[in-house]
């Protein structure tokens, strides 16, 4: 298990933009991948973006692509998720998670994370 502090949230308006950071920790913190994903009452978890240890893969859920990027800074052991032209249906708890040795075209799924910080509410609303 890593521990993950979540950071960045709260309320947005529609159309607006939020960054959230997620720092971690851990014996060989380089080796990680980042993931993001949301949920909202009464739905499955999804993948938002996720990003292999190195920067190499990364991610999109369709639903945000082209309004979210993410980062990392492996120098600070964080992962930035900025999002853009939020709409109402961003809203929703975010974590972060982490887990060692995922990278490719398939790994930004829940199941595959074993490693998640606390979930902060994101709401998009007017």
């Known amino acids: 298990q890593v521990p993950l502090v979540e950071s960045g949230g709260g309320l947005v308006q529609p159309g607006g933009s939020l960054r959230r950071s997620c720092t971690y920790s851990g014996y060989t913190t380089a080796n990680y991948a980042i993931g993001w994903f949301r949920q909202v009452p009464g739905k499955e978890r999804d993948g938002v973006s996720c990003i292999s240890a190195h920067g190499g893969s990364i991610r999109y859920a369709d639903s945000v692509k082209g309004r979210a990027t993410i980062s990392r800074d492996n120098a600070k052991n964080t992962v930035h998720l900025q999002m853009n032209s939020l709409r109402p249906e961003d809203t929703a708890v975010y974590y972060c998670?982490?887990?060692?040795?995922?990278?490719?075209?398939?790994?930004?799924?829940?199941?595959?994370?074993?490693?998640w910080g606390q979930g902060t509410q994101v709401t998009v609303s007017s």
């Open positions: 998670a982490a887990e060692t040795g995922l990278e490719g075209t398939g790994f930004c799924y829940p199941r595959f994370f074993t490693s």
